[in-house]
Nanobody
Framework: QVRLVESGGGLAQPGGSLRLSCVAS???????MGWYRQAPGKLREFVAN???????RYSDSVKGRFTISREDAKNTAYLQMNSLKPEDTAVYYC?????????WGKGTLVTVSS
């Protein structure tokens, strides 16, 4: 199974930006790459995904602020997060779904606070 490693999390001020990366151990060409997040005391929720044809989907809470992209040559997916809000604070997880099977990274913490 493919292994995923997220990076790019950290502390950002409200209104600021962060860019998350997700590097896979193998090719992601056939995978739907996704980002999910889990805030303290809450369930994990969908943020965005992108398929092999670069079609994207976003949750309503991040639409217009976050952008998901992929670079298959580098086995990497990205999440550009702009106009961050305190409610975006969470551990962000990358997922790789292919042929009905999902793999997950260990997550990267994003904290939005002044």
């Amino acid at each position: 199974q493919v292994r995923l490693v997220e990076s790019g999390g950290g502390l950002a001020q409200p209104g600021g930006s962060l860019r998350l990366s997700c590097v896979a151990s193998g090719t992601i060409e056939v995978a739907v790459m996704g980002w999910y997040r889990q805030a303290p005391g809450k369930l994990r929720e969908f943020v965005a995904n992108i398929n092999s044809l670069n079609f994207t989907r976003y949750s309503d809470s991040v639409k217009g602020r976050f952008t998901i992209s992929r670079e298959d040559a580098k086995n990497t997916a990205y999440l550009q997060m702009n106009s961050l809000k305190p409610e975006d604070t969470a551990v962000y997880y990358c997922s790789d779904t292919r042929f009905g099977v999902s793999a997950w990274g260990k997550g990267t913490l994003v904290t939005v606070s002044s």
